[in-house]
């Protein structure tokens, strides 16, 4: 624990650095607080907390930065997340009162709105849709020996499959599969194994069997997808051009993303709010990155993560509103 000249002086630090990218200097300090302390007294305490890990001075001459533990410190002190300013409140209530359509285009939507809040790049983990049950299935002819099962989930999302069937399937025999499947799938998850009694029709009941092994084809399922807005502003949070090549490395490795998101999230944080700071993270790569996440809820579950990804300098009042903001809609936009 830091006594709170120590907590103030950091606080002031922090504060400054992620302003200005510049290590800060004690006569700063003096002149921009409230401490009523010289110069001097300001540059023993930036000392004891260098000594305590909690600043750094990258030269001789120069002032100090924070340290992934000043960050912590700084982030677990927080009374909460900032504020929105008014016009981006506005710009978020705009963006899904006018959200419409499949569950995909909104999640990549949402990671464009919270990149652009936050000038970071946003992450949107969609919720599994094996956990979804089927609201209703469709199967629509596309032609000649071709067709399409499209199957709309409970958490919004579209699963669709094509289909090859023979040339002498009508509209009337499409028609009735969807009717035979919605009756005996609605309510259950794609991932069950529920078995679709026989019609009576034989090649009703084939086509059936088809439109099953379809959606049944793990390859053609797309779980655990991240959606990733924004990837190109990191390129301007660091200055080292080797720094946003290995970040944007990782960007582009879903897997990887995924449980990282999955590491970090904590659902008893601040507001469902949590922060892992540079080598908390645990990937080398992104040892110069902070996250803030948080989960959003369908129907009071938390099923999806919406966070930003952005240098350990990065503005956590500001970037932890945004977060807590856009997981809420979206939360109440999907549950509606």
Do not use: W
């Amino acid at each position: 624990m830091l006594d709170d000249r120590k907590a103030a002086v950091l606080r002031a630090v922090v504060r400054e650095y992620i302003e200005t990218a510049q290590p800060v200097g004690s006569a700063h300090v003096a002149r921009t607080t409230e401490l009523g302390v010289s110069p001097a007294t300001v540059r023993n305490e930036m000392a004891a907390l260098e000594r305590e890990g909690y600043l750094a001075q990258p030269h001789t001459s120069a002032g100090r930065v924070p340290t992934d533990q000043g960050y912590r410190f700084f982030v677990d002190h927080l009374t909460g997340p900032g504020a929105l300013p008014a016009s981006q409140r506005q710009q978020v209530r705009d963006f899904f009162a006018n959200a419409h359509g499949e569950l995909e285009q909104m999640l990549h939507d949402t990671s464009s709105l919270l990149s652009g809040l936050t000038s970071y790049a946003a992450l949107v983990l969609a919720p599994p849709s094996e956990r979804a049950t089927v609201r209703s299935m469709q199967v629509v002819g596309l032609g000649n020996r071709v067709a399409m099962v499209v199957a709309v989930l409970s958490n919004g999302s579209v699963e669709k499959a094509m289909l090859d069937i023979d040339a002498d399937v009508g509209d009337e025999r499409l028609a009735a599969a969807s009717s035979h499947l919605s009756a005996h799938l609605e309510g259950t998850s794609l991932g069950d194994d529920v078995a679709v009694p026989a019609s009576g029709d034989r090649r009703l009941d084939s086509l059936v069997d088809t439109v099953l092994e379809a959606l049944g084809r793990p390859a053609d399922r797309d779980h655990d997808h991240v959606y990733v807005g924004g990837a190109s502003r990191m390129a301007a949070a660091f200055d080292a051009v080797d720094t946003v090549r290995q970040v944007l490395a990782i960007l582009e490795q879903q897997y990887v993303v995924v449980s990282l998101l999955r590491e970090v999230i904590d659902y008893e944080g601040e507001q469902g709010i949590s922060v892992s700071i540079g080598t908390e993270l645990g990937v080398q790569n992104l040892a110069e990155c902070s996250i803030v996440v948080a989960p959003y809820e369908i129907e009071g579950e938390p099923l999806g993560t919406v966070g930003v990804l952005g240098p350990t300098r990065m503005n956590y009042p500001q970037a932890m509103a945004a977060v807590a903001v856009v997981s809420e809609r979206l939360g109440r936009s999907l549950s509606a």
